[in-house]
T-cell receptor
């Protein structure tokens, strides 16, 4: 069965600083991995996804993530934080052939001016 | 990208009444729809998966008679919360998927906030 662990329920960075949100997964087969962003009182928007092609995945809004099989990680990064990046971020995994997405607990990103 | 809408975006109802939430895929045919529940500051909890024309598959611990799901067409799924009580107050999010999409990607609706008084 797949599972996802997001380290850190709350991350706070200064505007212009590096953003690093951590995600580790557990899966018996190579999974599909996703990062979603949720703004208050809204649904989820896909930032990026890993589907066994390139291990470095570029997404929207300047975010990217690197799939590291040896570390079972899929951490999300952005070189320079912007105030508009403040939101809740969810990492999710789905096994190949599986229907369901399994979400991590979420990480709230706060940007300090 | 594909668009999923939900209606209403928020609803307030009295305890004991039933509430229906609609989820529509606007520009694609959703072969599968998912319903999630999200409590404040928590992650999404999958409630059920529905395939068009079939009965929904509920997750363990979700009451089928309490949360009625209907997926009558390829563009519409409904969630009815029957005899709602204050503990049913939550943020409900649907998502939809079309098998021909790349890697079966899911698209999420904007959510419906239910408050039961």
């Amino acid at each position: 069965a797949q599972s996802v662990t997001q380290l850190g329920s709350h991350v706070s960075v200064s505007e212009g600083a590096l953003v690093l949100l951590r995600c580790n997964y557990s899966s018996s087969v190579p999974p599909y991995l996703f990062w979603y962003v949720q703004y208050p009182n809204q649904g989820l928007q896909l930032l990026l996804k890993y589907t066994s092609a390139a291990t470095l995945v570029k997404g929207i809004n300047g975010f990217e993530a690197e799939f590291k099989k040896s570390e079972t990680s899929f951490h999300l990064t952005k070189p320079s934080a912007h105030m508009s990046d403040a939101a809740e971020y969810f990492c999710a995994v789905r096994g190949q052939g599986a229907q369901k997405l399994v979400f991590g607990q979420g990480t709230r990103l706060t940007i300090n001016p | 990208g594909a668009v999923v809408s939900q209606h209403p975006s928020w609803v307030i109802c009295k305890s004991g009444t039933s509430v229906k939430i609609e989820c529509r895929s606007l520009d694609f045919q959703a072969t599968t729809m998912f319903w999630y529940r999200q409590f404040p500051k928590q992650s999404l909890m999958l409630m059920a998966t529905s395939n068009e024309g079939s009965k929904a598959t509920y997750e363990q611990g979700v009451e089928k008679d309490k949360f009625l799901i209907n997926h009558a067409s390829l563009t519409l799924s409904t969630l009815t919360v029957t005899s709602a009580h204050p503990e049913d107050s939550s943020f409900y999010i649907c998502s939809a998927r079309y098998l021909a999409f790349s890697y079966n990607e899911q698209f999420f609706g904007p959510g419906t906030r239910l408050t039961v008084l």
